[in-house]
């Protein structure tokens, strides 16, 4: 089990690297802003295969390596798992140094084609945008925080039934194979976290749902129809995963308060392995449908104008930092998804406090 977890992520890990570059916002390349009249470019088109194909050699290189690993040494399943992740690093660094690599490529290209000074550089606003989002309501945030207070309730309800060591981690075989004392805390603290996690996706959501809608001047139905994409899809995505973790801890709860239940149960494999595909899924699902949601051409493209060139606020292509725009999320430059504003500081209320505060819980009470 611990090896076809670690081969799915591995092979996930290498799929999405690998054409990240395709489901970006297409003005945006490697990190730097392009007109839309040059996203068909030889050089930026060669550039993206170029980042790819070393991308996939890499990916591949590095999976048969672990295979063979893993057939000589016939290693623990912990020991498999911990490799398996240090390859998962050590990928994911290859991947960020040859998006800095090509960066620069980009910013050189940029500057010889001096497009900002033979471009008028234009923003636009469109008023009717924001009235047709499509955002799910907080309302059903409700829901999983719900079962989870009443998981708590439960719980110590259930309080004698407990064993006098709770569970905090469970392994590949769904087995659990970290402990710590019984009390009142220890036996609600996987629940608790919960808590914390479910309030901070709810804050993510407010958060993007106050942040600002930005359009292309040069294509402003393409533009409009991916901004309305990811923020409804990763919207959704983002209730998907709490609905999931809300699940699985939920059966890891029920599972220590009446363990004969689950004792011979397929469950105890299921659940795991059904949680971890299922995220993948819906990570996928949500590139393909945000990544498509831009491949259209433009009604008009005006050769005379582009969009505001903002890379002066990106620091090192990945990291937003604009005083000037009230919006707490922005769409990232290298992924699918959300970053945020770090020039914004409720955006660090929203992540970091919530993270932090789950840290001391974890440091403290273990």
């Excluded at 839309?36 to 980042?51: G, H, L, N």
């Amino acid at each position: 089990m611990a090896l076809f977890i670690s081969l799915v992520i591995l092979c996930f890990l290498a799929i999405i690297q690998t054409v990240v570059p395709y489901f970006v916002k297409r003005t945006v390349v490697f990190g730097v802003s392009i007109p839309e009249q040059m996203i068909q470019d030889v050089r930026v088109r060669s550039y993206k295969k170029q980042f790819s194909l070393v991308t996939v050699v890499v990916s591949l290189f590095m999976i048969l390596f672990f295979c063979i690993w893993v057939a000589a040494k016939k290693p623990s399943d912990d020991l498999m798992i911990l490799i398996s992740t240090v390859i998962e690093f050590v990928m994911i660094f290859i991947s960020l140094a040859l998006f800095y690599y090509f960066r620069e490529k980009m910013k050189q290209f940029k500057k010889e084609m001096q497009w900002e000074g033979e471009l008028k550089q234009v923003a636009v606003v469109d008023l009717s945008a924001r009235s047709e989002e499509q955002l799910p309501p907080w309302t059903i945030y409700l829901f999983p925080m719900i079962v989870t207070m009443g998981l708590i309730g439960y719980t110590f309800y259930q309080y004698d039934l407990l064993p006098n060591q709770i569970p905090t981690h469970w392994g590949p075989s769904g087995e659990p194979d970290a402990f710590t004392k019984k009390t009142p805390f220890s036996a609600i603290q996987m629940l608790v976290l919960l808590l914390i996690l479910q309030l901070m996706f709810l804050g993510i959501q407010l958060g993007i749902k106050v942040s600002g809608i930005k359009l292309s001047a040069t294509n402003l139905s393409a533009s409009k129809n991916r901004q309305l994409t990811l923020r409804k899809s990763s919207g959704w995505f983002t209730f998907y995963v709490v609905l999931l973790i809300t699940m699985l801890i939920a059966y890891f709860q029920l599972a220590t308060i009446h363990p004969e239940l689950f004792q011979d149960s397929p469950l105890k494999i299921f659940i795991p392995i059904s949680f971890f595909i299922l995220i993948l899924a819906g990570t996928v699902v949500l590139m393909v449908k945000v990544g498509r949601s831009e491949k259209r051409e433009p009604d008009s493209l005006e050769s005379s104008i582009m969009d505001i060139n903002d890379d002066r606020y990106w620091k090192a292509g990945l990291f937003y930092f604009n005083k000037n725009d009230p919006s707490i999320f922005v769409e990232k430059r290298f992924g699918v998804g959300w970053t945020l504003n770090f020039a914004n500081p409720i955006g660090y209320f929203i992540i970091f406090l919530p993270i932090l505060f789950i840290l001391l819980l974890t440091f403290l009470f273990n």
